[in-house]
């Protein structure tokens, strides 16, 4: 797991994204391609090298996040398939924004009790 100072430290986005929404490298590759236009898990397993099952799983953490969502598609023939899509970019730098306007919140006030009582615990 990464931590605060390591990510302060970095320039890298996709540190901040793996902190932020508890995702992995796997899953920001699989988010990266969805990014660029890919939209099938079948498309995805073959562009990233990876199983099907693999990216089917970082699908399921990414929707978890709130980073893509799915739609449905009918085909001509009978049946359906899923399509994937990546949420737009303000949405997900306003619920990053968000998460940090809580944290620091959450972080003034455990200093404000940490200094006033010397015995608290960390």
Same mark, same amino acid.
């Given at each position: 797991?990464?931590?605060? !100072?390591?990510?302060?430290?970095?320039?890298?986005? !996709?540190?901040? *994204? /793996?902190?932020?929404?508890?995702?992995?490298? /796997?899953? *920001? $590759?699989?988010? /990266? @391609?969805?990014? $660029?236009g890919?939209?099938?898990? &079948?498309?995805?397993?073959? @562009? #990233?090298? !990876? $199983? &099907?099952?693999?990216?089917?799983?970082?699908?399921?953490? +990414?929707l +978890?996040a709130? +980073? =893509?969502?799915k /739609?449905?598609?009918? #085909?001509? @023939?009978?049946?359906?398939?899923? %399509?994937?899509?990546? %949420?737009?970019? &303000?949405?997900?730098?306003?619920?990053?924004e968000? =998460?940090?306007?809580?944290?620091?919140? !959450?972080?003034r006030?455990? #200093?404000r009790?940490? #200094?006033?009582?010397?015995? @608290? &615990? +960390?």
């Amino acid at each position: 797991m990464i931590s605060i !100072k390591q990510i302060s430290n970095s320039s890298d986005c !996709k540190n901040l *994204l /793996e902190c932020f929404f508890g995702l992995n490298s /796997e899953d *920001l $590759k699989v988010y /990266e @391609a969805i990014l $660029k236009g890919l939209e099938r898990i &079948e498309e995805l397993s073959k @562009a #990233l090298g !990876k $199983k &099907e099952n693999t990216v089917y799983r970082s699908i399921q953490r +990414l929707l +978890l996040a709130g +980073l =893509i969502y799915k /739609e449905k598609r009918t #085909l001509s @023939a009978g049946g359906y398939y899923f %399509v994937y899509k990546a %949420v737009p970019k &303000e949405l997900v730098a306003r619920e990053i924004e968000s =998460i940090m306007n809580i944290f620091c919140e !959450k972080v003034r006030l455990f #200093l404000r009790d940490f #200094l006033a009582d010397r015995s @608290a &615990e +960390l």
